[in-house]
Antibody, heavy 121, light 110 residues
Framework: QVQLQESGPGLVKPSETLSLTCAVS?????????WGWIRQPPGKGLEWIGSIYHSGTTYYNPSLKSRVTISVDTSKNHFSVKLSSVTAADTAVYYC??????????????WGQGTLVTVSS | QSALTQPPSVSGSPGQSVTISCTGTSSDVGSYNRVSWYQQPPGTAPKLVIY???YRPSGVPDRFSGSKSGNTASLTISGLQAEDEGDYYC??????????FGGGTKLTVL
């Protein structure tokens, strides 16, 4: 049973860096899948943040690319996202998910439960 | 990149069929069979119900079907049930090697 679990601070101050980790169980993060981050502002739709392969190949949403870094730690079987210079507009539920194909096919078959990150002073 | 266009809401009575559209451009939906659909009941994570335009993951009822014509993809739910209520999102691969989602459609079962 593949499971993903997001973790990280639920409150981040404006202008600081948001950091989240996604722990993967039931599947090796090196087993040929891509791993993605998606967010959803309260009451709004889904937004793809980016995806990573275990080799380190990354794809980012152009609108966030200047502020986002996604990394993978194969030894811990987890991957992470950092979003810098956050504002209130970055307040959202952040999901991690598995992509069994090319990283940008938008085909996410397993999702974490999501974690709410609020940007506020 | 602009979000794919979905109707804000659709509704239907139990047993009926509903179709949700997802309109993109020749740079995404129109050029690639990499369209997925997600169901999101309130307060839960999205669940994949259709991938590559028309394929159903294991465990998804065959009441869910997908299709595409030109720049528009569609999700049809037949034999509507109360448990089908929730938000539905489409997604697509783009020619810029990115993923774009639709704005979401709220399905109400009357």
């Amino acid at each position: 049973q593949v499971q993903l679990q997001e973790s990280g601070p639920g409150l981040v101050k404006p202008s600081e860096t948001l950091s989240l980790t996604c722990a993967v169980s039931g599947c090796s993060i090196s087993s040929g899948y891509y791993w993605g981050w998606i967010r959803q502002p309260p009451g709004k739709g889904l937004e793809w943040i980016g995806s990573i392969y275990h080799s380190g190949t990354t794809y980012y949403n152009p609108s966030l690319k200047s502020r986002v870094t996604i990394s993978v730690d194969t030894s811990k079987n987890h991957f992470s996202v950092k979003l810098s210079s956050v504002t209130a507009a970055d307040t959202a539920v952040y999901y991690c998910a598995r992509d069994p194909y090319g990283g940008t096919w938008g085909h996410f078959d397993y999702w974490g439960q999501g974690t709410l990150v609020t940007v506020s002073s | 990149q602009s979000a794919l266009t979905q109707p804000p809401s659709v509704s239907g009575s139990p047993g009926q069929s509903v179709t949700i559209s997802c309109t993109g451009t020749s740079s995404d939906v129109g050029s690639y069979n990499r369209v997925s659909w997600y169901q999101q009941p309130p307060g839960t994570a999205p669940k994949l119900v259709i991938y590559e335009v028309s394929y159903r993951p294991s465990g998804v009822p065959d009441r869910f079907s997908g299709s595409k014509s030109g720049n528009t993809a569609s999700l049809t739910i037949s034999g509507l049930q109360a448990e089908d209520e929730g938000d539905y999102y489409c997604s697509s691969y783009t020619s810029s090697t990115t993923v774009v989602f639709g704005g979401g459609t709220k399905l109400t079962v009357l």
